[in-house]
């Protein structure tokens, strides 16, 4: 299964993440980077009175493989 990981800078320049327990397997480029846009203009997301997702920095998928031994 593959995990979305959206990075961001926050508030202080510092990274954050933004791991969503669901998203689509399939998105493109353009679609992650008009949505991360969109997150960081909503002002919805603090930590101790500092903005998390102020700039978008980055995005990728990762995977899990699982291999059964039993």
Do not use: R, W
Not at 36 to 61: C, Q, R, W
């Amino acid at each position: 299964m593959k995990t979305l990981n959206l990075n961001f800078l926050n508030e202080d320049n510092k990274k954050t993440a933004l791991v969503p327990k669901v998203a689509k397997q399939d998105l493109t480029k353009d679609e992650v980077k008009e949505a991360m846009t969109i997150i960081a203009t909503l002002d919805l997301f603090e930590s101790n009175g500092k903005k998390l997702y102020v700039t978008p920095k980055s995005a990728h998928y990762s995977e899990t493989i699982i291999t059964e031994l039993f």
